[in-house]
């Protein structure tokens, strides 16, 4: 079985440009969660997405928006990129929203290089 | 609000020695907890996670971690560290309601010496 896959993986963009993450959840998975990790900062809770409904969003300013499709794959977008974006941006998903037992399990992740 | 403090940055150790990262929370309701594991330039990856029951639970690749309720802990330990161990190592909690995110520590990086 598949797990949480995430494309690109690795890319670099100008300050000031745009970019779009894209994940796809484990097939069964309706909730898709996604989070920063900078260097020095751990990881941050960015969007949680659940049946196509953003659910929660953390403390990030509004330039970072995402969506969820009808097949429960989502995308990440970041305006007018800063150089602090540089990060690795991580994908998570777990099965329906609901019981918090449930495990999340992470993709690989997208590389962020801003310049 | 929820949050996890990972008392220690870094952990050296040599190989074959025990190893123990602390991991404290706190909360105003129950929550669940959960011990992730990062590879160098890798994802996360679940090594345990308590939900009830037991306080003692055992994991992947030989981890074990104990809830301990009254100190608000739970700290993963593994009684042989292999260089194999070395990596990034998250503590997260997640509200015991209705679906939610998991709140991270900070992490610890465990680096084992041969």
């Known amino acids: 079985e598949a797990g949480v896959t995430q494309s690109p993986t690795h890319l670099i963009k100008t300050r000031g440009q745009q970019v779009t993450l894209r994940c796809s959840p484990i097939?069964?998975?309706?909730?898709v969660y996604w989070y920063q990790q900078a260097l020095g900062l751990g990881l941050q809770f960015l969007l949680w997405y659940d049946e196509g409904e953003e659910r929660n969003r953390g403390n990030f300013p509004p330039r970072f928006s995402g969506r969820q499709f009808p097949n429960y794959s989502s995308e990440l977008n970041v305006n007018a990129l800063e150089l602090e974006d540089s990060a690795l941006y991580l994908c998570a998903s777990s099965f329906i929203f609901g019981f918090s037992g449930n495990t999340i399990y992470f993709g690989e992740g997208s590389w962020l290089t801003v310049v | 609000a929820q949050s996890v403090t990972q008392l220690d940055s870094q952990v050296p150790v040599f190989e074959e020695a025990p190893v123990e990262l602390r991991c404290n929370y706190s909360?105003?309701?129950?929550?669940?907890l959960f011990w992730y594991v990062q590879y160098p330039n890798q994802g996360l990856q679940l090594l345990l996670k308590y939900l009830s029951g037991s306080t003692l639970v055992k994991g992947i690749n030989g981890f074990e971690a104990e809830f301990n309720k009254s100190q608000t802990s739970f700290h993963l330990r593994k009684p042989s560290v292999h260089i194999s161990d070395t990596a990034e190592y998250f503590c997260?909690?997640?509200?015991?309601?209705?679906?939610?995110?998991?709140?991270f520590g900070g992490g610890t990086r465990l680096m084992v010496k041969p």
């Open positions: 997260a909690v997640r509200l015991n309601n209705a679906g939610n995110m998991l709140t």
């Open positions: 909360s105003s309701v129950s929550v669940y």
């Open positions: 097939s069964g998975h309706t909730s």
